[in-house]
């Protein structure tokens, strides 16, 4: 099964092996004070930088979020999609809790994007499904619903059923539905990584979708973060996750060399074209 998105110009497919898609997460304000601010101030120099980096470090699609607090985000929505569809050719990803927020976004990307995100909670799916159907664009689904995220890895399952079911009856194909099992830290709860590989593992095989991680919750609050983010990202690629809402330039070549160990690059060719490119990054950003 697989799950197209598309820019004006570029289409992205996201499927069971086929090379990985790392969705850029950096357009996003939450914990990133010096975006906020910039968001804030209307100063859109930063997040023009931020598409641009995150694109030459390897992101396939990119995460657009303009929630800071005390601005119009539906004005402020168009207007960074706008900039950002402008700057590079990557299909787009739109990422808010609010409806109009994510419709004023929709209206405004090219292609066929990105949805971020519904849920298995009655006002979500009633909310967001329809703007989804509307569009025609894709959706990702995350597997918590009314009582919140479910412990075990068959009730999250049973929860992207009924996101499945609900997109289904409004005409939304299963292909156009990317689901998330959610990733928890495991600082306060040891299993909690389990439980997503658990998840993963029977979302493929049971329901042959495609599957979403952010990888890089699983680690908040330990130490070398990147560490443990790399390899549960491995791992979960393992299990059949098949994109990601990460940093590109902190995960980028763990996703190539993955892929690579994974028969999912040809002689290693992308492998090295990327430790390539990232080895010139590097040093401009050391000049810099």
């Given at each position: 099964m697989n799950t197209v998105l598309k820019s004006n110009s570029k289409e992205v497919t996201i499927g069971v092996g086929r090379p990985f898609v790392m969705i850029g997460e950096k357009i996003n304000p939450t914990g990133r004070?010096?975006?906020?601010?910039?968001?804030?101030?209307?100063?859109?120099?930063?997040?023009?930088?931020?598409?641009l980096d995150q694109a030459a470090w390897g992101a396939d699609v990119l995460d657009v979020n303009v929630g800071a607090p005390g601005i119009d985000e539906v004005a402020v929505v168009k207007q960074v999609v706008e900039l950002v569809a402008?700057?590079?050719?990557?299909?787009?990803?739109?990422?808010?809790?609010?409806?109009?927020?994510?419709?004023?976004?929709?209206?405004?990307?090219?292609?066929k994007p990105l949805v971020n995100s519904v849920s298995g909670e009655t006002k979500r799916l009633e909310t967001v499904l329809p703007l989804v159907k509307e569009r025609g664009a894709a959706?990702?689904?995350?597997?918590?619903?009314?009582?919140?995220?479910?412990?075990?890895?068959?009730?999250?399952?049973?929860?992207?059923?009924?996101?499945?079911?609900?997109?289904?009856?409004?005409?939304?194909?299963?292909?156009?539905?990317?689901?998330?099992?959610l990733v928890l830290t495991v600082g306060s709860d040891s299993k909690a990584a389990l439980v997503t590989l658990q998840t993963i593992e029977i979302l493929r095989k049971s329901l042959g979708v495609n599957v979403n991680v952010g990888a890089s919750n699983v680690s908040f609050g330990l130490p070398e973060r990147p560490v443990v983010n790399a390899a549960f990202l491995t791992l979960c690629i393992q299990a059949g996750a098949t994109c990601a809402i990460t940093d590109p330039a902190k995960m980028g070549l763990t996703v190539r060399a993955t892929d690579l160990l994974l028969s999912r690059d040809?002689?290693?060719?992308?492998?090295?074209?990327?430790?390539?490119?990232?080895?010139?990054?590097?040093?401009?950003?050391?000049?810099?």
């Open positions: 004070k010096k975006l906020a601010a910039a968001l804030t101030e209307g100063n859109l120099d930063y997040v023009r930088q931020l598409a402008s700057v590079t050719d990557l299909p787009l990803c739109l990422d808010s809790a609010n409806p109009d927020v994510l419709a004023a976004g929709l209206a405004a990307a090219p292609g959706v990702i689904g995350l597997t918590m619903d009314d009582s919140g995220i479910p412990p075990t890895a068959e009730e999250r399952v049973a929860v992207a059923e009924k996101i499945l079911n609900r997109a289904a009856q409004m005409g939304i194909p299963a292909e156009d539905v990317v689901i998330d099992p040809p002689n290693s060719m992308r492998y090295l074209k990327y430790f390539r490119a990232a080895e010139k990054l590097k040093a401009a950003e050391q000049q810099s």
